[in-house]
C-alpha cells in the first residue's frame, strides 16, 4: 500500500506544472470484462474513498517540484484497482 501511494505521489508530482490539481472522485475499479473472470456483485464491489479530491498548490516557481500524498481508502469488501492517475 504505501509503495502504491509513493507511485501516485511521484506520477502526480511529475504531471504538476503551475496550476492546481484536481483528482475527480475514483470509482469502483471495475477492470474491462474481456480481463476478468466471474463479475463481482455491487454489493461485495470496491469502493474508492477519497478525503481530500483536490490539493491547490498556489503559485509554483518555474522549475521547483511540488508534492502532494492523496489517501485513498478501500470501504468496499473486494481488491481496489488504481488503473491510471493523471492531473485534473
Same mark, same amino acid.
Given at each position: 500500500?504505501?509503495?502504491?501511494? /509513493?507511485?501516485?505521489? /511521484?506520477?502526480?508530482?511529475?504531471?504538476?506544472?503551475?496550476? @492546481?490539481?484536481?483528482?475527480?472522485?475514483?470509482?469502483?475499479?471495475?477492470?474491462? @470484462?474481456?480481463?476478468?473472470?466471474?463479475?463481482?456483485?455491487?454489493?461485495?464491489?470496491?469502493?474508492? +474513498?477519497? @478525503?481530500?479530491?483536490?490539493?491547490? @498548490? =498556489?503559485?509554483?516557481?518555474? =522549475?521547483?517540484?511540488?508534492?502532494?500524498? +492523496?489517501?485513498?481508502?478501500?470501504? =468496499?469488501?473486494?481488491?481496489?484497482?488504481?488503473?491510471?492517475?493523471?492531473? =485534473?
Amino acid at each position: 500500500m504505501k509503495k502504491l501511494i /509513493l507511485a501516485l505521489c /511521484l506520477i502526480t508530482a511529475s504531471l504538476w506544472a503551475q496550476e @492546481a490539481v484536481k483528482v475527480k472522485p475514483a470509482v469502483p475499479a471495475v477492470p474491462p @470484462a474481456a480481463q476478468t473472470a466471474p463479475a463481482v456483485s455491487p454489493e461485495n464491489a470496491a469502493k474508492a +474513498f477519497v @478525503a481530500e479530491d483536490t490539493f491547490d @498548490a =498556489g503559485n509554483v516557481t518555474k =522549475g521547483k517540484k511540488v508534492e502532494h500524498a +492523496f489517501m485513498i481508502k478501500n470501504m =468496499g469488501k473486494s481488491d481496489l484497482e488504481i488503473l491510471s492517475a493523471k492531473p =485534473g
